[in-house]
């Protein structure tokens, strides 16, 4: 069992920048690689970035590479997601997950179908 509780969303403008924070409790932190995700209504859940269990590897979606970075603290049992140059696309509703599948390579973590756990959502919204 995990718990996680994603934070940091809000409104911001055009290319501005937003700090995501997702908390974990229950299970042991650094068994987790973790994700980020985002969906919008009536979209399929979309991959936003990934990080293995001890932080040595990172992955990103084409659309957000260059912008956005994932980074995690153990000690402190927390996932980040610094989100730089946001734009509207980026509006959508974002979910911190927590895979405990053994593989990490960019075929299981770029996918939603290996994630275990997931967090309530925040929202990110992005004005013109």
């Known amino acids: 069992q995990v718990q996680l509780v994603e934070s940091g969303g809000g409104l911001v403008q055009a290319g501005g920048s937003l700090r995501l924070s997702c908390a974990a409790s229950?299970?042991?932190?650094?068994?987790?690689?973790m994700g980020w995700f985002r969906q919008a209504p009536g979209k399929e859940r979309e991959f936003v970035a990934a990080?293995?269990?001890?932080?040595?590897?990172?992955y990103y979606a084409d659309s957000v590479k260059g912008r956005f970075t994932i980074s995690r603290d153990i000690a402190k049992a927390t996932v980040y997601l610094q989100m730089n140059s946001l734009k509207a696309e980026d509006t959508d509703v974002y979910y911190c997950?927590?895979?405990?599948?053994?593989?990490?390579?960019?075929?299981?973590?770029?996918?939603?179908?290996?994630?275990?756990?997931w967090g309530q959502g925040t929202q990110v919204t992005v004005s013109s």
């Open positions: 997950a927590a895979s405990g599948i053994s593989g990490e390579a960019a075929l299981i973590l770029t996918s939603f179908r290996f994630y275990n756990y």
């Open positions: 990080i293995s269990r001890n932080g040595g590897s990172t």
């Open positions: 229950g299970r042991t932190f650094g068994t987790y690689a």
